[in-house]
């Protein structure tokens, strides 16, 4: 049984990939108010709110369970990429490897959005995070229709 892999979903969006960089770039902390539902706050552990590289800690509540996440942000202009990299939280109890990724690609006036978590188990009774891909996608299309009312 494979322990690592890879989770794909695609997510049509109305707002621009510069727009939903954007949000990643200088408006991390309005995401709480985008999905209040998901994910009840962030602060900045180090660094500043719009330099890749910083480090943001996330309370967020998935499958009904409050968890918190500390991930580095490693943002791609060029590629139009979001990059969250775990560092720790309540996913590592579970998994190994815990990364987020969004590709954005342009369609139309507005986007696809490829949410992509790459993980590594810590034991093969370990669930695939089907939960958290499913979470995501969830925030992913809450965060597009709070900025693309903006």
Not at 65 to 90: A, N, R, Y
Not at 101 to 107: A, E, G, H, P, V
């Amino acid at each position: 049984m494979a322990f690592k892999g890879n989770l794909e979903t695609v997510v049509e969006l109305k707002s621009s990939p510069e727009k939903f960089l954007n949000v990643w770039k200088c408006q991390a902390h309005q995401v709480p108010n985008h999905t209040p539902t998901n994910i009840q706050g962030v602060h900045v552990h180090e660094g500043d709110w719009v330099k890749s590289g910083s480090i943001k800690i996330w309370k967020y509540t998935v499958d009904g369970k409050s968890e918190v996440f500390k991930e580095k942000i490693i943002l791609d202009d060029e590629k139009k990429t979001v990059t969250l990299i775990g560092l720790e939280g309540d996913v590592f109890k579970i998994y190994k490897v815990y990364n987020i990724i969004w590709q954005l690609t342009s369609k139309g006036q507005g986007c696809l959005s490829k949410v992509i978590i790459e993980y590594e188990k810590l034991n093969e009774n370990v669930p695939v995070p089907y939960v958290y891909l499913d979470f995501l996608g969830r925030i992913t299309k809450e965060i597009d229709e709070a900025i693309s009312k903006e």
